[in-house]
């Protein structure tokens, strides 16, 4: 099989089964080993504005959308705004007697969808199968795969759906066979290699919840935050997990650490408005010194902002949130490995140092999608930090907030038989009771607390480094940006431009010593889903070097690869001058 590199975009209004053709054809191209990206775009709206579901496929790893697209199902007037991203070989598929469209660039394919789907017996809303199958007979690729995902996805009880399911994608599949373009696409008919997981963000974040041993979750539905509640709650039963949608995100996290602080491993999600209602509960848990997990899934802001796009607006407000002096954790993922990784790693931070984390996603993240070869839920090893019976015999006075050279004290459980454990949201002394001593007390539980930044500065990760070793031009980002960045470093490289780009994942706090690399950099530029550069902000306040050079997109869009190269080969063609 040669390189295969190409786009699929399923255009239309909100209710028109998107998601539905979208996750049905990237699970079939999964299915056959094909490397797949999937995101989406949705207006927040419940039916009506347009949105798209975009599929990338290839034969090697991408963690990106492409600025092009090469099949674009259109089912509304307004898919035409696509046709800029359309080349001469691309094809548009739509229905004639819905959407009489006029299509300027590349070849405009008209599949009669309603009529296809009453000939075949099935009713309107099964036009989404007709265009599954149009797409795939397009791509001669084996049906045989997308029908097993149908009979899936109905189960036996539903039998007689599936199997209308099945005749109607297999005539819109032959409807295209005999208008068949050969050679426009390259063949996937004999596509064969080792089923790839299919996941999307949120799932990642779960999976890593899961294999790292959490058994609560509380949290109020927020977008783009929800998928992470609802896929837990499916697996309740089978991993003895209880969710609990509570009334608010005041609750949420009150209730969350309620849980942790009686020793199970808990956490809560939210996106920006609802963190801003947690930030009394995020300092009550610097002050008890108990652990706890919060997602934090990034959209545009301020206020309602727009609830359904992407953003890495909240960093600054993660890092700063909450009244008083305490240490915390932040960690940004890239990839949906890493975001399954992170999270369990986030627990083991959590309870070995007894401080928050927190997980910045964003919507980009969260609802895109794809394939892996799979996670090593083995490696994932579960450290609770925890006083052993044994030890808990051997103590004649537990203090629950003992003061050590750490910062850290050894943690109990309450209701255990040795010992008594208190906490309290005021200012105590070792033991946990609520204290005035402002001469020694106060000044030490302060020091005690702050201690922890220097074990945890030891604990944060290096950035990611890719691309030329020797290269002095230098791309740094964050978070999602990963593979757009990884991409452009790719396309800039091939056009003879030296370049190499830094990831961070670990955003907080930042180790001086892992900024060292701009010691040996000439061209620096920072990749932010941001207007006012608060990552780069961070990098000049650790490492002293000012940054001049950003690149910031900011309308609710995550970046794109050809983006990213323009942006830096402007400002470079600007230094030159």
């Excluded at 028109?16 to 054809?25: A, R, S």
């Excluded at 099935?122 to 097993?148: H, K, P, Q, S, W």
């Excluded at 702050?450 to 230098?474: T, W």
Aim: with cysteine; charged share 25%; glycine share 8%.
């Amino acid at each position: 099989m040669g390189k295969i590199d190409f786009t699929i975009k399923i255009a239309g209004e909100a209710g028109q089964g998107l998601q539905t053709i979208g996750q049905l054809l990237s699970k079939s191209f999964a299915r056959r080993g094909l490397n797949v990206f999937s995101n989406q775009v949705i207006q927040s709206r419940i039916r009506g504005g347009h949105n798209w579901f975009a599929i990338r496929v290839s034969s090697e790893r991408v963690f990106s959308p492409s600025t092009s697209t090469d099949i674009l199902v259109a089912l509304d007037k307004e898919s035409a705004c696509h046709y800029k991203e359309l080349k001469s070989g691309s094809v548009v598929i739509f229905d004639p007697s819905a959407l009489p469209l006029e299509v300027k660039r590349g070849v405009g394919l008209q599949v009669p969808l309603a009529k296809i789907t009453s000939e075949n017996g099935g009713n309107r809303i099964m036009g989404n199968t007709v265009a599954v199958g149009a797409v795939l007979g397009l791509l001669e690729y084996d049906l045989d795969v997308l029908f097993g995902l149908i009979r899936e996805s109905f189960g036996d009880k539903d039998r007689q759906i599936a199997d209308a399911n099945v005749k109607i994608a297999q005539a819109g599949y032959d409807f295209i066979c005999q208008k068949a373009l050969k050679g426009r696409f390259p063949s996937l008919k004999n596509t064969q290699g080792n089923p790839k997981m299919f996941v999307s963000g949120s799932e990642a974040v779960a999976l890593g919840a899961l294999a790292a041993g959490c058994q609560f979750i509380s949290a109020y539905p927020m977008s783009p935050s929800t998928g992470i509640m609802t896929y837990l709650a499916s697996k309740e039963d089978d991993f003895h997990m209880v969710v609990e949608q509570s009334e608010d995100e005041i609750a949420s996290i009150n209730i969350a650490l309620g849980a942790s602080f009686a020793g199970v491993r808990s956490m809560t999600a939210s996106s920006g408005g609802g963190f801003a209602l947690m930030v009394e509960g995020l300092s009550l848990a610097g002050m008890i010194e108990t652990p706890i997990v919060i997602v934090l899934a990034q959209r545009p802001a301020p206020a309602t902002g727009l609830p359904t796009r992407t953003a890495q607006e909240d960093l600054e407000f993660a890092i700063h949130a909450g009244h008083g002096e305490f240490p915390r954790v932040v960690l940004a993922p890239g990839t949906i490995e890493e975001t399954f990784y992170a999270i369990a790693r986030a627990f083991n931070i959590a309870d070995k140092y007894r401080v928050p984390v927190i997980i910045l996603t964003d919507q980009f993240m969260a609802d895109s999608s794809s394939t892996v070869d799979g996670f090593d839920f083995k490696s994932v090893g579960i450290e609770k930090n925890l006083l052993s019976d044994e030890k808990l015999r051997n103590i004649k006075d537990y203090k629950s907030y003992l003061l050590t050279k750490s910062g850290v004290s050894p943690r109990a459980l309450p209701g255990n038989p040795h010992c008594f454990v208190l906490a309290d949201s005021d200012e105590h002394d070792e033991y946990g009771r609520i204290t005035e001593d402002v001469d020694r007390v106060r000044p030490e539980m302060v020091k005690k607390r702050n201690r922890k930044n220097l074990r945890i500065l030891k604990e944060v990760a290096p950035a990611k480094r890719y691309g030329p070793r020797d290269a002095k031009n230098i791309l740094i980002g964050w978070g999602s940006t990963y593979g757009a960045m990884k991409e452009a470093v790719d396309l800039l490289n091939e056009n003879k431009e030296k370049v190499a780009m830094f990831h961070f994942t670990d955003v907080w706090p930042l180790n001086k010593k892992h900024l060292s690399f701009l010691d040996r950099a000439g061209f620096v530029a920072v990749v932010e889903n941001n207007f006012t550069g608060q990552f780069a902000q961070l990098i000049v306040a650790a490492s002293g070097r000012k940054i001049e050079n950003r690149i910031n997109k900011f309308n609710g869009l995550p970046f794109e690869a050809q983006e990213i190269v323009s942006a830096y080969e402007s400002i470079r063609k600007k230094k030159r001058k």
